[in-house]
């Protein structure tokens, strides 16, 4: 076996191979090498490895091997029935389960004991202080990054296999024992020749044939019941795919780094965010050598507190993160529990582990931002078309009935911001909808929702009063005033206009949300703003708001006459003159709302009326700005005229009206 060195500009290698232990398992050469480091390879007569999941190979594998299944089919069934029993007689028996840690330790070696696809379902409930007790929460806890390790021979040989080298001729120092095990593989902490600190991933073995089988049945009853309960209109079978493929490359050391350092390209700019470096010369498929990070789990808030720290703004952070992962790139991290989010002694949030990776496609979050939207706002005809949009409903549903079962769902707000809801309250409402009407769960979703509600269940154990939701909207604000693409300018336009008419108090609470994002920059609203309205795009929204701006002026015109009549009315006493009507109610609560815009730009980050000037002087040299005041002065030029003819036509009428009838005096 030896090593060697790709260099920086190596083309990829193209090639398929099949692994010779099983059919199950499609093998394909490693596709890229990035060209800003080298990367160490093995060769033994075989190309670099990446494993890919097909579920037609793993069929066809297992197909032939019954007794296999049957064995691996009650080496589950067996401890878990055993253990529900248990739980069973506990209950009759008078004993309080959820305070019972006896029956959690037992739950936690049931699940360690049928291995790593059980060990996930594990961690993911771990992460739910809503739903599991205490306890069971303590021990469930233990399952990512404290399970049984593997002997140390198998993990060096697994180190000499994968670098070419003994474990003492590639690190200069590596922990006696595992710092921590997973699902997938124990980590050591080590030392490099150079004197960098690191963690190596060394991977479990044969672990690839028994998250396999398990993946197959699991297939196998998905597709049963996806077939025999009509109720489940859901492609459970597309789901467990979907997981399938997550898993094989989360089994892939090489694939995970270059995950890191993509989720660095995107994300490693934000502020209090840290990612480790990967040392590629010391990476391969089944061993990863990363930056060692010093830092202490987010549900350990106690220790947290004590390094001066503050557990909720890191959480508030990732967060952000998060809604830049789902809603901007698309490229976001699947597994976001405790063991993978450290705050490090400097008081920044470290992702750890970027196995579990997955993305959006654009359509699918600019959906999920006009969801978001409409949810907040209460628009739940417009909520039923988001789901059309996501591929939850066909687009022949009939969406009818489904708009006021929308109602229903967030009925229990009574008037509260929806945002003040939670992300699982919302999720288990849904799902009981779900069954009610026609709609499927399109696969990308469960990867997504396990994503936001395990960050949540972290949020909730720091601070049970917080509101992923809360949170979120001032980003999602942010994206629909400033972002150009045209499904969100279709989305802006939507919110703020409803029957022809402006919803000022929709753009007041746009702008008040979006001013709490860090991100937000006026200065790009105002000059994105120009840009869309003096471009064809905008026209339709352009012609409201001349309406809406020849409203205001009427009002604040009615308002100053009313107020003149009036004083010279009651105060000097000429009766003569009659007293002008003020601006209806309407009117008068436009002018209040663009009152409290003006006075929330004025307080938005960015404003600064010394700087403001200039910047206005420079926006009217703006081509897009010129061009935007013609039109403007046009249309307000076009429409002053139609309503003064509109008025004189209409005193005519009155007039000839007195000639023709006159009163008649008593």
């Given at each position: 076996?030896?090593?060697?060195?790709?260099?920086?500009?190596?083309?990829?290698?193209?090639?398929?191979?099949?692994?010779?232990?099983?059919?199950?398992?499609?093998?394909?050469s490693s596709g890229t090498v990035s060209p800003e480091r080298p990367q160490v390879l093995v060769t033994n007569n075989l190309e670099p490895e990446t494993i890919v999941y097909d579920p037609v190979a793993v069929a066809e594998h297992y197909r032939h091997r019954p007794l296999q299944v049957l064995r691996r089919i009650f080496a589950v069934l067996g401890p878990t029935f055993s253990f529900v029993f248990g739980l069973w007689w506990d209950i009759k028996r008078g004993v309080v389960v959820k305070n019972d840690r006896?029956?959690?330790?037992?739950?936690?070696?049931?699940?360690?004991?049928?291995?790593?696809?059980?060990?996930?379902?594990?961690?993911?409930?771990?992460?739910?202080p809503d739903l599991v007790p205490p306890i069971y929460l303590e021990e469930l806890t233990r399952l990512q990054d404290q399970l049984p390790a593997f002997p140390n021979e198998i993990a060096y040989q697994f180190i000499q296999e994968e670098l070419g080298q003994p474990p003492e001729e590639v690190y200069a120092e590596l922990s006696a024992q595992p710092i921590a095990a997973a699902s997938l593989g124990q980590v050591y902490k080590g030392k490099l020749k150079t004197g960098e600190e690191v963690a190596v991933k060394v991977q479990r073995p044969d672990l690839r044939e028994r998250i396999t089988i398990d993946l197959y049945i699991l297939r196998g009853l998905a597709a049963w019941v996806q077939k025999k309960v009509k109720r489940v209109r859901s492609d459970l079978v597309g789901i467990l795919d979907e997981l399938g493929d997550r898993i094989f490359e989360e089994m892939d050391y090489i694939h995970e780094g270059e995950n890191a350092e993509r989720f660095f390209q995107l994300y490693g700019h934000i502020q209090d965010i840290y990612v480790p470096r990967i040392y590629w010369e010391y990476t391969n498929r089944r061993v990863l050598t990363m930056e060692w990070i010093n830092g202490t789990k987010l549900t350990q808030t106690a220790e947290i507190s004590a390094q001066g720290i503050d557990a909720r703004y890191l959480i508030e952070v990732g967060v952000q993160c998060s809604l830049r992962q789902l809603l901007e790139h698309g490229f976001f991290h699947a597994d976001p529990h405790p063991g993978n989010l450290?705050?490090?002694p400097d008081g920044k949030l470290a992702y750890l582990d970027f196995g579990m990776m997955s993305e959006i496609k654009p359509?699918?979050?600019?959906?999920?931002?006009?969801?978001?939207?409409?949810?907040?706002?209460r628009d739940f005809e417009g909520l039923a078309k988001d789901y059309v949009k996501l591929d939850f409903l066909s687009p022949e549903t009939d969406l009818t009935p489904i708009i006021p079962a929308f109602g229903k769902v967030f009925a229990n707000a009574q008037g509260a911001s929806v945002a003040e809801f939670n992300i699982k309250s919302i999720t288990d409402e849904l799902s009981e909808l779900m069954y009610e009407?026609?709609?499927?769960?399109?696969?990308?979703?469960?990867?997504?929702?396990?994503?936001?509600?395990?960050?949540?269940?972290?949020a909730i154990y720091i601070d049970p009063n917080f509101k992923v939701l809360s949170e979120a909207y001032p980003y999602v604000a942010k994206r629909l005033l400033t972002d150009p693409a045209p499904e969100l300018r279709i989305s802006l336009r939507d919110l703020l206009f409803k029957d022809g008419r402006f919803r000022w108090n929709r753009l007041e609470n746009l702008l008040r949300n979006a001013r709490k994002n860090q991100d937000y920059d006026l200065n790009l609203v105002v000059n994105q703003g120009v840009d869309f309205l003096s471009s064809e795009r905008?026209?339709?929204?352009?012609?409201?708001?001349v309406d809406e701006f020849l409203n205001g002026i009427n009002a604040l015109s009615k308002n100053v006459l009313h107020n003149f009549t009036y004083l010279l009315r009651e105060?000097?006493?000429?009766?003569?003159?009659?007293?002008?009507?003020a601006a209806t109610v309407e009117q008068q609560q436009t002018l209040e709302h663009i009152k409290n815009i003006l006075n929330i730009l004025r307080e938005t980050r960015g404003f600064d009326p010394a700087q403001f000037a200039p910047q206005v002087?420079?926006?009217?040299?703006?081509?897009?700005?010129?061009?935007?005041?013609?039109?403007?002065?046009?249309?307000?030029?076009?429409?002053?005229?139609?309503?003064?003819?509109?008025?004189?036509?209409?005193?005519?009428?009155?007039?000839s009206s007195e000639i023709e009838y006159p009163a008649t005096r008593v």
């Open positions: 076996m030896t090593v060697k060195t790709l260099p920086p500009n190596s083309r990829p290698i193209e090639g398929e191979l099949q692994l010779k232990d099983t059919q199950a398992l499609v093998v394909r006896r029956r959690a330790i037992q739950l936690k070696e049931l699940l360690t004991q049928l291995g790593p696809a059980y060990i996930k379902i594990g961690q993911a409930l771990s992460t739910r450290l705050a490090t359509p699918q979050r600019y959906g999920l931002i006009e969801a978001i939207v409409h949810v907040v706002n009407y026609p709609f499927r769960v399109p696969p990308y979703y469960a990867l997504i929702i396990r994503s936001l509600v395990t960050l949540e269940g972290i905008g026209s339709f929204i352009r012609d409201k708001l105060r000097v006493g000429i009766t003569a003159i009659n007293e002008t009507p002087a420079q926006l009217a040299f703006n081509p897009g700005v010129q061009r935007l005041g013609q039109q403007v002065a046009n249309q307000l030029v076009q429409k002053a005229t139609v309503r003064l003819i509109r008025e004189l036509l209409t005193a005519e009428e009155v007039k």
